[in-house]
C-alpha cells in the first residue's frame, strides 16, 4: 500500500512560476524526502527533512514538514523547462525504516 | 562514485516464463530495496534487505517472486512464473543505512506478453 499521497496529481505551469504540491501520510516517519523522476529513468534524490525540523531549502526547493496533520509540501521557485518530470515524497517509518512511496505529482513546465 | 548498476535494461517474456534482475548497490551502502513501478503510479516496496536479512517483504508475491542477497552486496529478483500484470518498471536502490537517502538504477522494464 501507498504511505503517502500527491496532491494535486497533474500541475501545469508556465516558466518562471512557482510550483507547489503536498504530500499527506498516515503514519509516524522517522524523515519525509522528496525525490524526482524524468520520463523513462530512475528516481533523483531532492532532499530530506526530518521528523523534528519544519521547514527546509535546498536552491529553488523549499520543503516544509508539518507532523501534526501529517502533511508535507514541495514548493519549486522561479520554474524551469528541465523542472517538468513526475514528483514524488517517501517516508522513512519509525520502527522499522521501510522507505515508502506515495502516488506521485506529474508537473509539466510550459515554455 | 559509481552508481547503482542494474541488468538487463529491458526484457520481453511470454506469460508463465521465468525471468531473474541483477542489482549491483553502491559500495557500503547496507540497505538494498527492489520496487515495481507500473506506468502512472509511485514505486511500490517489494523488498527490502538490510546487510543480507530482510527489512521487509510484505507487498512481495511470494508464491511467484523471489529475491536473495547474498553476502550483503549483490541482489538478484525473480519472476517465477510471470504473469500480464507484472508488467512495470523494477527499480533497485541503495542507501548507506535504513531511512537515509536513496539511490536509484536506472530500472529494468519488463514486458509480460
Known amino acids: 500500500s501507498q504511505q503517502g499521497e500527491e496532491d494535486p496529481q497533474a500541475l501545469s505551469i508556465q516558466e518562471g512560476e512557482n510550483a507547489t504540491m503536498n504530500c499527506s501520510y498516515k503514519?509516524?516517519?522517522?524523515?519525509l524526502q522528496w525525490y524526482r523522476q524524468n520520463s523513462g529513468r530512475g528516481l533523483v534524490h531532492l532532499i530530506l527533512i526530518r521528523s523534528n525540523e519544519r521547514e527546509k531549502h535546498s536552491g529553488r526547493l523549499r520543503v516544509t514538514l508539518d507532523t501534526s496533520k501529517k502533511s508535507s509540501s514541495l514548493l519549486i521557485t522561479a520554474s524551469r523547462a528541465a523542472d517538468t518530470a513526475s514528483y514524488f515524497c517517501?517516508?522513512?517509518?519509525?520502527?522499522?525504516?521501510?522507505?515508502?512511496f506515495g502516488t506521485g505529482t506529474r508537473l509539466t513546465i510550459i515554455p | 562514485e559509481a552508481g547503482v548498476a542494474q541488468s538487463p535494461r529491458y526484457k520481453i517474456i511470454e506469460k508463465r516464463q521465468s525471468v531473474a534482475f541483477w542489482c549491483n548497490p553502491i559500495s557500503g551502502h547496507a540497505t538494498l530495496y527492489w520496487y515495481q513501478q507500473i506506468l502512472g503510479q509511485g514505486p511500490k516496496l517489494l523488498i527490502q534487505f538490510q546487510n543480507n536479512g530482510v527489512v521487509d517483504d510484505s507487498q512481495l508475491p511470494k508464491d511467484r517472486f523471489s529475491a536473495e542477497r547474498l553476502k550483503g552486496v549483490d541482489s538478484t529478483l525473480k519472476i517465477q512464473p510471470a504473469k500480464l500484470e507484472d508488467s512495470a518498471v523494477y527499480l533497485c536502490a541503495s542507501s548507506f543505512n535504513e531511512g537515509n537517502r536513496a539511490f536509484f538504477g536506472q530500472g529494468t522494464r519488463l514486458t509480460v506478453v
Open positions: 503514519t509516524s516517519i522517522n524523515n
Open positions: 517517501a517516508t522513512a517509518r519509525v520502527g522499522n525504516e521501510k522507505l515508502t
